[in-house]
């Protein structure tokens, strides 16, 4: 099935410019742009040695500068083109930022594009008449003469079973991305991707960080604080969880340290009860001192509805959006702007970095150790709002048995087999709803992805090491990165996430379980962090708060309206990507209960739903 593509409404409200860049890198030839917003930070520098076309932000660049011995007032791309010059792939141990660079070697003939070590500048590629087409959005590739506008059937239809077997694929057929990490050689009509950087290399033995390394965390915390908030005036998106806070609490603290203004703090709230975080949030930007901003999730979407403004909003955007407060973040973002803020700081990255994974218990149980297993559920307890018997079931049986069990049938059988793409291909099948893939064509498609095993779990490792690379290696890690890096773009400012600083995950990723449960409380680095620097906070007991409660009343109570008003989801059936009368069934099902995970799939239909409309 051909499906063209149509080009995308603007995002309503969005300031003009938009920071964006593409360029065409010809055979033989030096890299040229041929599409490019006002306000871009595209820097080109041409060498006898390379051509370097850049885009984003170094970090140190003085050192750098100075290791390299090339003058400060040097552009960016400058500065890449005499480092290659001396050090070739090399240089890209030495960079540290968030960026997207090509490099065309002219002694090697080859071309090289990396994106950063942990992706936040995006970098998507596709082939094209005379060479290769380079963006940070999937979008303007996909619109632009040469590339096919064809949507991935199997990608949308893996998503809508929140599966992402391929980290590299879009929902562009033609459009690839170039994950975090990883660099593209191109020479002649070959390409290779491979990753440049990683804090634990598989296969090796992970170097755990000891207590005199953990007395580094604030100071690596800090300088990954003054990166972010050396672009410009910063404001910081607080809600009451730890993570943010203490973003909130270290750049404020950094800020009068360095003679800046302070940040801006900027709270949605959330009336739900359960959901209900107003006195924390208040209460810490009293404390720090801080100008507040503040506004209602109930006002985010005005007349229309939160809904139907985050589904607008993701209809224009290079992939369905993830985050669905994005009205409400967007619109004080927008207030930020006009104060003179040009920086956003968040929490985002502490979920992932300063947290035990559940699959620990996967390892404990196989090793029998009980009171491992016990520290660890008194952990999760007093950390996270759940019921005992939930945290049980968990714990032994979706985070520790049915892993093993897993691991211990691919094991079994030798890799390769038909046996065991027989057994991939029943388990995928078995978990899919039954409205997904009626086209047989798509179901192949994805049975045939599902055989390779990529996710597969390897027996002889640790199941918590292993899920500590999805951080580093899921498709929908890089997803959410590229849609913090639109959201920042839409509103002509730069969104960043200091616990996704380099130097700061290295220590982290190396830190042991026991240490960051220390005193059988999660997040145990930043609640003492917190609980040293700024004891006035009292936050050694906050639990983390979820809006699940609120998420599924508006799921289920707005999406139903916009449900009916749509009439469903025909693109996505006309796709051949959903049973439009086995959905309806499902639909009403889920529009007549109150299960959050069943508001889960609405949200997904109707988002995906959404973004497909203007494209076919």
């Known amino acids: 099935m051909a499906v063209s593509v149509k080009r995308p409404a603007a995002e309503t409200q969005a300031p003009a410019p938009l920071q964006s860049w593409s360029a065409l890198c010809p055979e033989g030839g030096s890299p040229r742009l041929v599409a490019d917003y006002p306000g871009a930070t595209v820097t080109l520098a041409d060498h006898p040695s390379a051509a370097v076309l850049f885009d984003g932000v170094l970090h140190d660049r003085a050192a750098l500068a100075a290791r390299l011995d090339v003058p400060m007032e040097s552009s960016d791309a400058e500065l890449i083109a005499r480092g290659w010059s001396r050090l070739g792939l090399g240089l890209l141990e030495a960079l540290s930022g968030f960026y997207a660079l090509a490099v065309l070697d002219r002694r090697s003939g080859e071309l090289i594009c990396a994106r950063d070590r942990l992706g936040v500048h995006p970098l998507f590629y596709a082939r094209a008449q005379g060479g290769l087409l380079l963006s940070p959005s999937a979008n303007t590739l996909s619109a632009q003469p040469g590339v096919s506008g064809g949507l991935s059937r199997a990608a949308l239809a893996d998503a809508l079973c929140r599966r992402w077997p391929d980290p590299e694929q879009t929902f562009f057929e033609a459009v690839r991305r170039v994950p975090p990490g990883h660099l593209l050689r191109k020479k002649g009509t070959s390409i290779d991707c491979r990753r440049y950087w990683d804090p634990a290399p598989p296969g090796t033995e992970i170097r755990w960080a000891d207590e005199e390394e953990l007395e580094k965390f604030d100071t690596v915390l800090d300088q990954a604080v003054d990166r972010c908030m050396g672009i410009g005036p910063t404001a910081i998106y607080l809600s009451g969880g730890l993570d943010s806070i203490s973003v909130a609490a270290v750049a404020t603290d950094r800020a009068r340290k ?359």
């Open 258 to 616: 360095r003679g800046l203004n302070d940040p801006l703090a900027l709270s949605l709230l959330f009336r739900e009860p359960e959901s209900n975080e107003e006195e924390i949030q208040r209460g810490v930007a009293r404390q720090l001192g801080l100008r507040q901003l503040t506004m209602n999730i109930e006002d985010a979407g005005g007349s229309r509805g939160l809904l139907e403004s985050v589904l607008e909003i993701s209809a224009a955007r290079s992939a369905p959006v993830i985050g669905c407060w994005l009205p409400g973040y967007r619109a004080m973002g927008l207030e930020a702007r006009e104060a003179g803020c040009r920086t956003i700081l968040t929490g985002g990255g502490g979920d992932e970095w300063l947290t035990v994974s559940f699959f620990l218990a996967a390892d404990l149980i196989r090793s029998l150790d009980v009171g491992g297993l016990r520290r660890l559920a008194r952990t999760v307890g007093r950390s996270y709002q759940s019921t005992r018997v939930s945290l049980w079931r968990k714990l032994l049986w979706s985070f520790g048995a049915q892993p093993i069990l897993r691991a211990a049938v691919v094991h079994r059988v030798p890799e390769g087999s038909r046996s065991l793409a027989r057994w991939r291909r029943h388990a995928a099948r078995k978990t899919m709803p039954e409205w997904v893939a009626p086209d047989p064509e798509v179901l192949e498609q994805m049975l045939s992805r599902a055989e390779r095993g990529i996710d597969s779990p390897a027996w002889d490792r640790s199941f918590y090491h292993q899920q500590g690379r999805t951080a580093l290696d899921h498709a929908i890690v890089s997803m959410e990165m590229e849609e913090v890096f639109e959201n920042g773009r839409s509103m002509d400012m730069r969104v960043l996430m200091p616990y996704w600083d380099p130097d700061l995950i290295d220590l982290l990723y190396r830190v042991p379980p026991d240490l960051l449960n220390r005193g059988d409380r999660a997040k145990a680095l930043v609640r003492q962090t917190l609980a040293n620097r700024f004891s006035g906070l009292g936050l050694d007991r906050q639990k983390k708060v979820i809006a699940s409660r609120y998420f599924t009343a508006v799921m289920l109570g707005q999406g139903s309206r916009i449900w009916d008003r749509i009439g469903g989801p025909q693109a996505l059936a006309e796709l051949g990507l959903v049973d439009q009368a086995r959905l309806e069934e499902f639909s009403r099902r889920a529009f007549n209960s109150n299960d959050a995970r069943l508001a889960n799939r609405i949200w997904n239909v109707l988002n995906f739903e959404s973004w497909v409309r203007p494209r076919i």
